[in-house]
């Protein structure tokens, strides 16, 4: 019976001690709740544009500038010249005796010669074919051939010719025989013989020639302008959110209105 009743009241003070235990233990108690909340953003936007505008700022003008050139130009033309020729130095001839002389003559040279003499003497002008049938022995006129010109038994005299082409021709002064005899010829003293030829001869001359004109062009004034614009947008965007706050609160002595009844302090 004794055992009994020890087990009763160890069983009661354990009842007893869990209940005042309920009484003293603190719960955790956790709470959430939404605040709200506005948060704002703002956007900037900048756009850039350029154009390019050309316009006409002036009529078409043409415009004449001036201008020389200058260029080379050659002419040739002829000349009339004149040149001592035929030529013969002072000198004495015996009976049968001859002197000469050559000259170079152009085409178509106008010849005059003229000589002078103390007695009479033959006087010839040969080209060069007619000299070498004089030198090869032909002696009579009648067997000479045509000279270019010729004056027999004059003491002075002038001979005019024309050269009929571009030759050598000779002045040839002779102190001819009588009647094929030197009996009774004298020496004669020869004092001058020669001439003038007139020729033309071509001239090339070189000048240089100016040309004046005018060079025209046609020319338009146009103006190019260019404009930039910038242009800048700005936007504010609100957005409203709800955030979370969560608390957590002891109670204290609820354990067994916690534990049985509402949850809450």
């Known amino acids: 019976m004794l055992g009994g009743r020890g087990a009763k009241t160890a069983c009661a003070l ?34 850039t544009e350029t154009t390019v505008s050309p316009y006409l700022v002036g ?36 009976c049968n005796q001859s002197v ?31 000299f070498d049938s004089y030198l090869g022995g032909v002696r009579e006129a009648e067997k000479l051939g045509p000279s270019t010109a010729n004056l027999n038994g004059e003491a002075s005299g002038e001979l005019a010719f024309y050269a009929q082409s571009e030759d050598s021709y000779f002045l040839l002064v002779l102190n001819a025989p009588l009647g094929g005899s030197c009996g009774g010829v004298p020496t004669v003293n020869l004092n001058s013989a020669g001439g ?10 070189y000048s240089m ?19 930039t614009m910038t242009s800048e947008a700005t936007s504010t965007e609100t957005v409203q959110t ?8 002891t109670c204290n002595p609820v354990f067994w209105a916690w534990l049985l009844g509402p949850q809450g302090c």
Do not use: C, H, W
């Open 242 to 249: 709800t955030l979370t706050s969560t608390s957590t609160t």
């Open 100 to 130: 000469y002389t050559r000259s170079l003559l152009a085409a178509g040279s106008a010849v005059e010669v003229a000589f002078n003499a103390t007695g009479k003497v033959d006087v010839y002008v040969f080209d060069s074919s007619q």
């Open 209 to 227: 020639e100016a040309v004046t004109y005018t060079a025209t062009s046609e020319f338009v004034v146009v103006l190019t302008t260019s404009t």
């Open 59 to 94: 009529v078409p003008t043409t415009l004449g500038l001036p201008s020389t050139s200058l260029s080379e130009v050659t002419t040739v033309s002829q000349a009339t010249t004149t040149s001592e020729v035929l030529t013969i130095s002072r000198t004495s001839l015996y």
């Open 14 to 47: 354990a009842v007893v001690a869990v209940v005042a235990l309920g009484f003293l233990v603190t719960v955790p108690r956790t709470s959430t709740s939404g605040v709200p909340y506005r948060s704002a953003s703002v956007l900037t936007s900048v756009a």
């Open 196 to 205: 003038s030829a007139v020729f033309q001869v071509p001239v090339t001359s």
